[in-house]
């Protein structure tokens, strides 16, 4: 299924995207293999269950990985599960002692 915007280009609509998130916009060159799926800042704080103003403050403070377009924070899903990995804080570990 295609669609016409006011530009008069044709683009695939959603079903011809394959795994597409709420509020999602492709970015990328001719290659599918350069597609990147962004995800606005509600999407990202469902898929890692903050708060969606917590999120646009780590944005803004530059603690988390992030594009800004026109204005508006966009996530990549697959730079937020690694930036969970690095940050995770394994409770066994043993503590060093500061003399």
Request: aromatic share 8%; net charge positive.
């Amino acid at each position: 299924m295609y669609s016409y915007y006011c530009t008069g280009r044709v683009r695939a609509g959603r079903s011809q995207l394959g795994r597409i998130y709420h509020g999602s916009r492709i970015r990328g060159g001719h290659n599918s293999n350069s597609l990147i799926v962004l995800i606005d800042v509600i999407s990202a704080s469902e898929k890692l269950r903050i708060a969606p103003a917590i999120l646009e403050a780590a944005a803004e403070h530059h603690m988390i990985p992030h594009y800004r377009i026109a204005g508006q924070v966009r996530f990549d899903p697959v730079d937020l599960d690694r930036w969970v990995r690095e940050h995770r804080i394994d409770e066994f570990a043993p503590v060093r002692e500061v003399e």
